[in-house]
């Protein structure tokens, strides 16, 4: 039997996204189903799941840990977010300059996000450590201060996770300096023209053109902070006195500790809400501020 060229298109077509169907399935959309399920259950992972219809969701009212949780990465988001965007546009704009050896200041740049995970994590518990860190050892020989007890403070805990969160600013800088070069350098010929000055230019030609770029970066680190995980479990292990103990970390917790997974599947459809709900508020917000070329012209 012989296959007409349409077909035989058709057919290597869907073999050649089998495999990502085939992942999206089994990895991604397979166990959202299952949590979904098990959000309305009672599972303890060795006994069958017992149905509970809304009982784990009316249960989140009144549990303070999750409150807690919410409040301290609610706080987080507000120092880090705000904190990576401003210092890695400030970087990418220094990046965009002309100068000698530029693409080795980028490749600097952009390399520390190459170290993740715990092996980030384990440096920066050694920069911030209270009695041997090379952070507070910098402030004694600098201001003559002894630095705080950061890890065990309940008062500088999230600002120091805040600061190891610069650590990988380096792709959002990246997409930053994408943007950058994306703007039409007859624009700054035009406004050098008409005698603007650098803060001037950036007001009115950079961060306008750019919007749309702080808008994507603005939009994955409000996601990426509210997943935050790996540096609270091995730095901090949410204390002191549950001062970083953020929301997914509660969650790993309920489930992988306790056992609760039908708790902890409820705990994740929460978050799934909530970060939808920002996502849409920001999407709102922007018709506001931000400016796309092909509809402004």
């Known amino acids: 039997m012989r296959f007409s060229l349409k077909h035989r298109e058709t057919l290597w077509f869907y073999l050649l996204i089998s495999p990502f169907v ?3 399935v089994a990895f991604t959309a397979g166990p959202m189903l299952a949590s979904l399920y098990y959000s309305f259950t009672h599972y303890d992972i060795v006994s069958p799941a017992q149905w509970v219809g809304l009982e784990n969701f009316a249960g989140l009212i009144d549990d303070e840990f999750f409150w807690k949780s919410l409040k301290v990465t609610t706080l987080y988001t507000l120092m880090s977010v705000p904190l990576g965007l401003v210092v ?4 990418a704009l220094l990046l965009n300059q002309r100068i000698p050896g530029l693409r080795v200041f980028r490749t600097l740049f ?3 996000t190459v170290i993740t995970g715990v092996s980030l994590a384990t440096l920066w518990l050694w920069v911030f450590s209270a009695d041997y860190g090379i952070l507070n050892y910098a402030i004694f020989n600098l201001f003559g201060v002894k630095g705080p007890a950061w890890m065990r403070s309940e008062t500088w805990v999230l600002p120091a996770l805040s600061i190891v969160s610069l650590w990988g600013i380096g792709g959002t800088m990246v997409i930053f300096l994408a943007g950058l070069q994306s703007i039409p350098t ?11 000055a650098g803060m001037r230019k950036l007001f ?8 749309p770029v702080i808008f994507f970066n603005l939009i994955t680190s409000l996601i990426g902070a509210f997943q935050t995980f790996t540096t609270a479990q ?9 001062a970083s103990l953020f929301y997914v970390l509660y969650l790993y917790q309920v489930g992988f500790r306790d056992f609760r997974m039908g708790y902890a599947s ?3 459809w929460v978050l799934f809400v909530i970060v939808l709900v920002l996502t849409m508020i920001a999407f709102r917000s922007s018709v506001s501020w ?8």
């Open 186 to 196: 007859e624009l700054y010929e035009a406004a050098d023209l008409d005698g603007a």
């Open 204 to 211: 009115a030609i950079t961060l306008p053109l750019l919007s």
């Open 110 to 112: 952009y390399l520390p």
């Open 266 to 268: 409820a705990l994740a």
């Open 88 to 91: 890695s546009l400030c970087i």
């Open 234 to 242: 091995v730095m901090s292990r949410g204390g002191p006195n549950y």
């Open 22 to 24: 085939i992942g999206l």
């Open 290 to 297: 931000v400016h796309y070329e092909e509809a402004d012209l």
